[in-house]
T-cell receptor, first 114, second 112 residues
């Protein structure tokens, strides 16, 4: 069974540009999460989808970030326009059933904003 | 005060010994606690979850929870070089149905 896959693994963009990260959760997992780790900090929650609905987006930093999960399958996280402080590793995770904290993580998308 | 605190390490333990990793949390109402292992450049991987006070054992790993002291620990018996990784403590706060809060992680090094 395939795990959580993320694309791209690394993206380097200039300040002001747009980047879209993609996550494919484990098949059948209704819960999909985005987390982020910026340099030297803890991994922090961004948002949680249940199927195609946003359950909690309290961790989204500002309105430059937009997450979607059309059809309840894969998800995208768009950053527009990117700022220097957006650099970090963006992790996607998924789980099935009730949201418990037992998550399967992807290997992350490293974003570097120059 | 951080919501989940861990000693960043590195913690160096000889092969075959017991590695002890500790974590404290601030939200007294938290009910769910997790240990994730992360190898360098890889994804966090869940190795233990614990929900009740006391000990929970799984192979060489034992998680310990003391809610009164707001303390959770992970013991690794018979440490192997392959256990060298960063160990992340995570807590699910009562206030959220969605998120878990991570500590900054403890880097563990097992020396042969």
């Amino acid at each position: 069974e395939a795990g959580v896959t993320q694309f791209p693994s690394h993206s380097v963009i200039e300040k002001g540009q747009t980047v879209t990260l993609r996550c494919d959760p484990i098949s059948g997992h209704d819960n999909l999460y985005w987390y982020r780790r910026v340099m030297g900090k803890e991994i922090k929650f961004l948002l949680h989808f249940v199927k195609e609905s946003k359950q909690d987006e309290s961790g989204m930093p500002n309105n430059r970030f937009l997450a979607e999960r059309t059809g309840g399958t894969y998800s995208t996280l768009k950053v527009q326009p990117a700022e220097l402080e957006d650099s970090g590793v963006y992790f996607c995770a998924s789980s099935q059933g009730r949201s418990t904290g037992e998550l399967f993580f992807g290997e992350g998308s490293r974003l570097t904003v120059l | 005060q951080k919501e989940v605190e861990q000693n960043s390490g590195p913690l160096s333990v000889p092969e075959g010994a017991i590695a002890s990793l500790n974590c404290t949390y601030s939200d007294r109402g938290s009910q769910s606690f997790f240990w994730y292992r992360q190898y360098s450049g890889k994804s966090p991987e869940l190795i233990m979850s614990i929900y009740s006070n006391g000990d929970k054992e799984d192979g060489r790993f034992t998680a310990q929870l003391n809610k009164a002291s707001q303390y959770v620990s992970l013991l690794i018996r018979d440490s192997q070089p392959s256990d060298s990784a960063t160990y992340l403590c995570a807590v699910k706060p009562l206030s959220s149905a969605s998120k878990i809060i991570f500590g900054s992680g403890t880097r563990l090094s097992i020396r042969p």
